[in-house]
């Protein structure tokens, strides 16, 4: 099957997006399968995800989301807002604020001039709920876990995906994020597995920041694990309710707002355009 698609990025956190509703056949091959043969940076196209654009029954527009492993997820934070610029640019619709189907719920990612600023909704603090197999009451805020020759703290928080969030005392730039980051994803508390975020505190409005991404490994930007870092360095009292989160891709600005929500404003880049051919099955 010949396929086209559309390479994005958001702080060089880069997706391969397929408009399945022009092309529906798609969504009948294996989309794990799928995702992991365009996602492999030598023998594919390259990229942390795939993004399917799909129609939706409750909201403007469905989207999916195959992590390079091909494990599909809830939610990505930067996939959404290149998700919106796509739709925008090509007069898919005309609204400023969109209604976005995903499995952590329907988001609404709006213009904000050049950038997309995304309403991420609550912050998930419940346990079970994140999910994280620990037995206490909610928030979970420096939860000790010993991973090799480290005696982590861990902050947990879901955007509609879980992450755990560690703040470290000293330069993550050489961090061993690699080593740590997989350990602590898999780690057995974690049933759905976890993202994972190193972090550095700047100042009250600055935070640094590495992700290590459930099913992707480490990549240049998160847009959910700025959010989750964002929220916990402000349950722990660490930050102002604005904060701007400095990744390896650049910066994302993440507000906690009264209403509960929080906010996520960044960038959204189109890359190039292409075909391929694909080889897979279909689904049985």
Same mark, same amino acid.
């Given at each position: 099957?010949?396929?086209?698609?559309?390479?994005?990025? !958001?702080? %060089?956190? @880069?997706? =391969? /997006?397929?408009? $399945?509703?022009?092309?529906?056949?798609?969504?009948?091959? *294996?989309?794990?399968?799928?995702?992991?043969?365009?996602?492999?940076?030598?023998? !594919?196209? %390259?990229? @942390?995800? =795939? /993004?399917?654009? $799909?129609?939706?029954?409750?909201?403007?527009?469905?989207? *999916?989301?195959?992590?390079?492993?091909?494990?599909?997820?809830?939610?990505?934070?930067?996939?959404?807002?290149?998700?919106?610029?796509?739709?925008?640019?090509?007069?898919?619709?005309?609204?400023?604020?969109?209604?976005?189907?995903?499995?952590?719920?329907?988001?609404?990612?709006?213009?904000?001039?050049?950038?997309?600023?995304?309403?991420?909704?609550?912050?998930?603090?419940?346990?079970?709920?994140?999910?994280?197999?620990?037995?206490?009451?909610?928030?979970?805020?420096?939860?000790?876990?010993?991973?090799?020759?480290?005696?982590?703290?861990?902050?947990?928080?879901?955007?509609?995906?879980?992450?755990?969030?560690?703040?470290?005392?000293?330069?993550?730039?050489?961090?061993?994020?690699?080593?740590?980051?997989?350990?602590?994803?898999?780690?057995?508390?974690?049933?759905?597995?976890?993202?994972?975020?190193?972090?550095?505190?700047?100042?009250?409005?600055?935070?640094?920041?590495?992700?290590?991404?459930?099913?992707?490994?480490?990549?240049?930007?998160?847009?959910?694990?700025?959010?989750?870092?964002?929220?916990?360095?402000?349950?722990?009292?660490?930050?102002?309710?604005?904060?701007?989160?400095?990744?390896?891709?650049?910066?994302?600005?993440?507000?906690?707002?009264?209403?509960?929500?929080?906010?996520?404003?960044?960038?959204?880049?189109?890359?190039?355009?292409?075909?391929?051919?694909?080889?897979?099955?279909?689904?049985?």
């Amino acid at each position: 099957m010949e396929i086209s698609f559309t390479k994005m990025h !958001g702080l %060089g956190n @880069d997706f =391969i /997006l397929i408009n $399945c509703i022009e092309q529906p056949g798609v969504t009948s091959l *294996k989309l794990e399968d799928l995702s992991k043969t365009l996602c492999h940076r030598r023998f !594919g196209i %390259g990229a @942390d995800q =795939i /993004l399917l654009l $799909c129609p939706s029954e409750i909201a403007d527009f469905k989207m *999916k989301i195959y992590n390079a492993d091909g494990g599909e997820v809830e939610m990505c934070g930067n996939g959404i807002r290149c998700f919106a610029r796509y739709i925008w640019d090509r007069g898919l619709s005309r609204k400023d604020v969109l209604e976005i189907e995903t499995l952590a719920g329907i988001i609404k990612p709006e213009r904000a001039g050049d950038m997309v600023k995304v309403d991420m909704g609550e912050p998930i603090l419940e346990p079970e709920k994140i999910p994280v197999n620990i037995k206490s009451s909610p928030p979970i805020i420096d939860y000790p876990m010993q991973i090799k020759d480290r005696n982590f703290k861990i902050t947990c928080v879901s955007m509609g995906n879980p992450h755990a969030v560690i703040f470290l005392g000293e330069n993550i730039s050489d961090f061993p994020v690699s080593m740590y980051g997989p350990l602590i994803e898999k780690h057995p508390i974690f049933p759905k597995r976890t993202n994972v975020e190193f972090v550095n505190v700047q100042s009250r409005t600055k935070l640094l920041m590495r992700v290590w991404e459930r099913g992707s490994g480490e990549t240049m930007a998160c847009g959910t694990g700025a959010s989750a870092t964002g929220v916990a360095a402000m349950l722990k009292g660490l930050t102002e309710r604005n904060v701007s989160v400095q990744l390896l891709g650049g910066d994302l600005l993440i507000q906690w707002h009264a209403n509960n929500h929080v906010y996520m404003t960044g960038p959204a880049a189109e890359v190039f355009q292409g075909k391929i051919d694909v080889h897979l099955t279909e689904r049985s």
